[in-house]
């Protein structure tokens, strides 16, 4: 499939801080990419960048073939955006904002009305269309930044923490309306909740001092962990230490990790050497043992432990982990 947005070398300088530091992405339609960083990392600012908000120290961004450099107006059609902290004017109603926004976007007539309309069911945003944007609760505020990105339907969007501030059921809502749209647009979402990732994201970035650390796939990241395949079992207390000795043992086992002691039993963790699965060997060695196993699971691997490792670790400028 074609690609709606690429990045090209992308470099921005705020004085003597380098924001922004040599980042390159192509996003295909149907593809939702995560971009995931600590703050300060350069999310914003590249996101600044993609849509033509400010415009780039060195680099270059097209979207839907337009060069947002020399072709702006071309390119922001085809772009909805939902920038950091959702500005709007705040003495509109939401009612007078979607309609002034689908104005400068060009919808009209019938089209126009029922286009609003609908937007504003998906965005659940009917009992506050006639009050104040400024006296919104910062969800309602996020809501109607959300309902101005999409608005004239635009095959790229560009959503900056899109479900910060939102209660759980909204930002549940949220994620199902991205993952309702994909298949039809390129998207680019940044988030600090790494399960958001796994819930509505084709591909993960993670960035950090400006720099791309990590582009792949939510699987892909999770596979880093080293928790990836370890498998966590219960087993009585007394029995802790000879099944350690025995699994810690064994050739595909890294080592055995104690966990919580439940009563007279207790949490034995056994990490992958390598990452593969290590299930069977596990399940084999305690059967042989003959020992009063409980609880057998895999772990899936932790996204934070990633997060923390691809971040913290320092790295050679432009080095990306491409898994
Ligand atoms: N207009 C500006 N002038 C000076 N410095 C800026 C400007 N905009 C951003 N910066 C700096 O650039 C760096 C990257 O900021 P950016 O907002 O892109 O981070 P972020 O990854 O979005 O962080 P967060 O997770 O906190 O939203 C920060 O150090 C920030 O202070
Ligand atoms: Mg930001």
Redesign the pocket.
């Known amino acids: 499939m074609e690609n709606l947005i690429e990045v090209r070398d992308l470099h921005k300088s ?2 003597s ?1 380098h ?2 530091n040599g980042v390159s992405l192509n996003i295909r339609r149907g593809e939702v990419l995560g971009f995931l ?10 996101m600044k960048m993609i849509t033509g908000f400010i415009g780039p120290s060195s680099g270059s961004v097209s979207v839907c073939g337009h060069d947002v450099g020399t072709a702006p107006l071309a390119a922001k059609e085809k772009i909805g955006y939902l920038p ?1 902290g959702a500005p709007a004017y705040g003495e509109m109603t939401p009612s007078q904002f979607l309609d002034f926004i689908a104005d400068i976007r060009g919808l009209g007539g019938a089209g126009k009305t029922a286009r609003i309309r609908e937007v504003v069911e998906k965005i659940n945003l009917g009992g506050v269309l006639n009050q104040s944007i400024e006296t919104l609760s910062k969800g309602f505020k996020r809501r109607v930044g959300l309902a101005q990105a999409i608005l004239h339907d635009p095959e790229v969007l560009i959503l ?2 899109p479900t910060d501030g939102l209660d759980p059921n909204q930002k549940h809502e949220v994620r199902a309306l991205i993952r309702e749209m994909a298949p039809n647009k390129a998207i680019i979402i ?1 988030t ?1 909740i790494l399960e958001e990732v796994d819930a509505v994201c084709t591909r993960a970035a993670i ?1 950090a001092r ?1 720099q791309l650390l990590f582009l792949g796939t939510p699987a892909e990241l999770q596979a880093r962990s080293a928790r990836h395949n370890a498998v966590t079992m219960n087993v009585p207390a007394s029995d802790a230490a000879a099944v350690t000795e025995r699994l810690g043992g064994l050739p595909d086992i890294l080592r055995i990790e104690p966990g919580e002691t439940l009563g007279a039993r207790q949490r034995l963790t056994a990490l992958s050497r390598t990452g593969n699965p290590i299930f069977d060997v596990v399940h084999g060695a305690l059967r042989a043992g003959d020992w009063a196993f409980s609880e057998l699971f895999v772990e899936p691997g932790h996204l934070d432990e990633v997060f923390r490792t691809i971040t913290t670790v320092a790295r050679a400028p432009g080095e990306v982990t491409h898994s």
């Open positions: 705020f004085g801080l924001a922004v960083g600590p703050n300060g990392a350069g999310k914003s600012t590249t950091e900056d923490e940044s600090h960035i400006g």
